[in-house]
């Protein structure tokens, strides 16, 4: 037989118990930080780490206010793309391990070649970001389709902008 439970109707402490208290912390501890802060502080964490650490190529060109930010989805920290024309994006959020805690993840990502997909260059410096650039200039910025390697379907399309939607998908 399961075993009946039995919830008060009414709160069984006072509003000022110790009990009243701890549940109004546990409510503030759990509640989702708001939309808008989770958004501005990716902005703002981009911004940052792209003058830190790009300060001769990205730091020169990526204005702050570009940044858009994107509350966390799911497993999904928040996050905050730039355009930088040509199809190209940066994207920046936050990888989360247990070992190193929270480190910045800047992501290039580049349309590819065969026009079907995206490839996503993870920046770890200033230096990779130069070597990758250099090596799509050729293609104006298209990375090279490799056949062998599914990668340039791994990255979804990055979030449209200022309410465009983007055009229809050419998988085939
Ligand atoms: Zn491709």
Not at 12 to 19: M, N, T, V
Not at 48 to 74: C, E, K, M, N, S
Not at 104 to 122: E, Q, S
């Amino acid at each position: 037989m399961d075993p009946e439970l039995h919830v008060p109707d009414q709160r069984p402490y006072d509003a000022d118990s110790p009990l009243a208290h701890l549940m109004e912390i546990v409510a503030a501890a759990v509640d989702e930080v708001p939309e808008e802060v989770e958004r501005d502080a990716a902005e703002t964490t981009a911004a940052h780490l792209v003058f830190d650490a790009y300060p001769y190529t990205l730091g020169q060109v990526v204005d702050p206010d570009t940044w858009q930010g994107y509350p966390a989805v799911r497993r999904f920290e928040a996050a905050a793309v730039a355009p930088l024309g040509g199809g190209l994006w940066l994207h920046h959020t936050l990888r989360i391990s247990e070992a190193d805690g929270a480190s910045a993840l800047l992501t290039l990502i580049t349309p590819c070649t065969c026009g079907r997909g995206y490839t996503g260059i993870v920046l770890d410096t200033e230096e990779v970001l130069i070597e990758m650039l250099a090596e799509i200039r050729p293609t104006y910025g298209r990375s090279l389709h490799d056949s062998s390697l599914p990668d340039c379907h791994s990255v979804q399309a990055p979030p449209a902008l200022g309410g465009g939607t983007r055009g229809g998908r050419s998988i085939g």
